[in-house]
């Protein structure tokens, strides 16, 4: 009658690491997956601002939304505004500041941003920045009395090689309100 062998101690003990061999390289693919489908390039802003009212045509003002990061350069693809109330049907325009983040307050009045930023350029489609120097500025222009409440600035980009060509969107979040008479 024949017996069955039980098989050779090392069998067992491949089949284990193989195992353990296999879920490391899933979790670690895992990880790789969402660091890269998840970048993270601007971080959370999270200021708040209020600025007094003013008449509609003196309500303007330019404000800082990304700060400094030690990240390598970026192509944005969009920036758009998310607003929490916008009774004063006001506009945003998106622009790129070269200068020193310390001197560029956070809520200045409008064309102020100019005098610390050199360039102010526009932030379309394809304008390149680098975190380590420039900042991305927002001119809230109320058209009407009411109340701007930004409450965040979606910014969609490409990065470069050394970040393995990711592609995001992050929101930066604020509340900066401005209120026109």
């Known amino acids: 009658m024949p017996t069955l062998e039980s098989a050779a101690p090392g069998t067992l003990q491949r089949q284990v690491v193989v195992g353990l ?7 670690a693919l895992g990880f790789g997956v969402r660091w890269w489908t998840h970048p993270s390039v601007f971080g959370d802003g999270g200021f708040d601002f209020r600025a007094l009212p003013q008449p509609v045509a003196h309500s303007a003002r330019d404000l ?5 990061a030690d990240e390598q350069p970026v192509t944005l693809e969009g920036v758009e505004p998310v607003w929490a109330d916008n009774t ?3 506009t945003v325009a998106f622009s790129v500041c070269r200068g020193d983040s310390h001197r560029l307050a956070i809520g200045a009045p ?5 005098i ?5 350029r526009p932030a379309v489609e394809g304008t390149r920045i680098d975190p380590r120097q420039e900042y991305v500025v927002a001119t809230i222009t109320p058209t009407a009395a009411g109340v701007a409440r930004l409450v965040g600035v979606r910014l969609t980009y490409a990065t470069g090689a050394s970040r393995l060509f990711q592609r995001g969107t992050e929101v930066v ?3 900066a309100t401005v209120v026109a008479r």
């Open 173 to 175: 979040h604020l509340d």
């Open 116 to 120: 610390v930023c050199d360039p102010l």
């Open 64 to 68: 800082q939304v990304t700060f400094s």
């Open 88 to 90: 004063a049907r006001a």
């Open 21 to 27: 061999v296999l879920v490391a390289v899933i979790v």
């Open 110 to 114: 409008a064309g102020d941003a100019e």
